[in-house]
């Protein structure tokens, strides 16, 4: 049996120093299980394990993760939910701001301190 850790990428847009990720979060999502029971949410943890995912698939693709600032969860992401990523890489902070929203607003965002290793 296959463990679904990651939600299925609908789009994705790159352009300079920004990405934009479209995402499906289906109720296969293996951290939705016991969190909660009756009434699963993705675990902020998660969240921002994908947000690094993402950026190493789209921006950068070595980096060394130094730590979170301003971390804000607005509303949970729910089960079969669509929601868009939005990460922006300020090299001049070595910051990454993202953001989760869908059509229901915002629901996370924040910003990730990130030091970029060469290859």
Wanted: aromatic share 10%; glycine share 6%.
């Amino acid at each position: 049996m296959t463990v679904n850790k990651l939600p299925r990428v609908i789009s994705a847009q790159t352009q300079d120093n920004t990405a934009i990720v479209e995402l499906f979060v289906g109720d296969d999502i293996e951290y939705f299980k016991g969190h909660f029971d009756g009434h699963p949410l993705l675990p902020g943890v998660v969240q921002l394990d994908w947000v690094l995912h993402f950026f190493k698939a789209h921006l950068i693709s070595n980096f060394q993760f130094k730590g979170c600032d301003v971390i804000k969860y607005q509303q949970p992401i729910l089960p079969n939910m669509q929601v868009t990523l939005t990460m922006v890489w300020k090299s001049e902070r070595s910051k990454l701001e993202f953001k989760y929203s869908s059509a229901s607003g915002n629901h996370a965002s924040g910003k990730i301190k990130v030091l970029p290793h060469e290859l």
